[in-house]
């Protein structure tokens, strides 16, 4: 199949058709913005509104081995009270410039109408960074409770750094997810945050001539868990849409802007496969050359805690100067 955003948004709006109960439809992110081909595969985000509650919050439909659906649930009483989700981090941002698919009672219509309208006022901006502040002051909490330590971990920085991008209009999200946050912060004159953003994550011990190796490893422990797991972000397809980005990324002298992704996804698959049993020894050498085993948690949590009263002074600072 010959990928184009034309052909993707068609075979979507063909998915939202054929299915019963759907109230509207819509799609958002790279799809969305025109450029959903990277690395030769491509997703297509897509939002089905249920008139009840949806069976599953979130489903994959492979359309190809270089192209598949990531399809979100929502139930319509989600979007009730529309002027509610202006301050919505990712809900607010995702229906302020989507594609409508299908909405044959204009009800996202009515929704979007009461999100979009006074969306970049200064008070609304700056809600929407102080509840990305919030969530990753609450990802912070979990890290000591929480197993999955790592994922965690990652969220709570892009939850972070999210906090000031968003003030530049829509936050940053995907396997390019990188290279978004530092334009956004660069844009915004906040270029610091990008750097402790990457100091946070181990890019000191981020060697790029180790990439490919990495990448290997990391495709090989994502097939293994997409073998045994029910998670969504684990299937097959997911490993095939990743490894198209990591491998344009290296290629293009940017092997750093894979870390995120690849260690937020690799933390899942590594999860699955140590409750299954398997042995994984490569797994803590790799976490030591990061500085992010559970010996440096400690003195991570605490430049984690910097960062987040930075980017809080950050807020303050931009409220002031606007007004907000």
Same mark, same amino acid.
């Given at each position: ?46 939002v089905l509104i249920h008139e009840y509650e949806p069976v599953a919050a979130r489903e994959i439909v492979p359309l190809s081995d270089q192209v598949h659906l990531d399809i ?109 946050? $530092?334009?956004? *912060? =660069? #844009?915004?004159?906040? /270029? ?7 100091? @946070?994550?181990?890019?000191? !011990? ?31 397809v997911r490993r095939d849409y990743y490894l198209g980005g990591f491998r344009s990324m290296i290629e ?19 999860? $699955?496969?140590? *409750? =299954? #049993?398997?042995?994984? /020894? ?7 050359? @990061?500085?992010?085993?559970? !010996? ?29």
């Amino acid at each position: 199949m010959r990928i184009t955003t034309e052909k993707l948004l068609e075979l979507a709006q063909k998915e939202a058709e054929d299915r019963t109960g759907i109230v509207s439809a819509y799609v958002i992110g790279s799809a969305a913005g025109g450029d959903p081909i990277f690395g030769g595969t491509a997703d297509v985000d897509l939002v089905l509104i249920h008139e009840y509650e949806p069976v599953a919050a979130r489903e994959i439909v492979p359309l190809s081995d270089q192209v598949h659906l990531d399809i979100a649930h929502h139930p319509r009483r989600l979007y009730k009270q529309p002027r509610e989700l202006r301050v919505d981090p990712w809900l607010g941002p995702a229906m302020c410039e989507p594609v409508f698919l299908h909405d044959p009672n204009h009800f996202f219509e009515w929704a979007q109408a009461s999100v979009r309208g006074q969306f970049h006022r200064p008070d609304y901006m700056l809600a929407r960074g102080a509840a990305f502040l919030e969530k990753a002051r609450a990802s912070l909490e979990k890290l000591e409770t929480d197993r999955l330590w790592l994922s965690d971990w990652t969220h709570a920085l892009l939850e972070a750094a999210n906090a000031v991008a968003s003030l530049e209009g829509f936050p940053a999200a995907g396997r390019r997810v990188m290279p978004q946050l $530092e334009s956004k *912060l =660069a #844009g915004l004159d906040q /270029p610091e945050i990008y750097s402790s953003f990457l100091r @946070l994550l181990g890019a000191e !011990g981020f060697q790029a001539s180790a990439a490919s190796e990495w990448v290997d490893r990391w495709a090989e422990n994502f097939a293994s868990a997409s073998e045994i797991s029910l998670d969504p972000e684990l299937t097959r397809v997911r490993r095939d849409y990743y490894l198209g980005g990591f491998r344009s990324m290296i290629e293009a002298g940017s092997a750093v802007e894979i870390l995120w992704p690849m260690l937020s996804t690799w933390d899942l698959a590594i999860h $699955e496969l140590t *409750l =299954a #049993g398997e042995s994984l /020894p490569h797994w803590p050498q790799i976490l030591n050359t @990061l500085g992010l085993t559970s !010996g440096h948690a400690r003195e991570r949590e605490r430049e984690m805690e910097e960062l987040l009263d930075q980017v809080e002074g950050i807020l303050e600072n931009w409220a002031e100067k606007v007004g907000a």
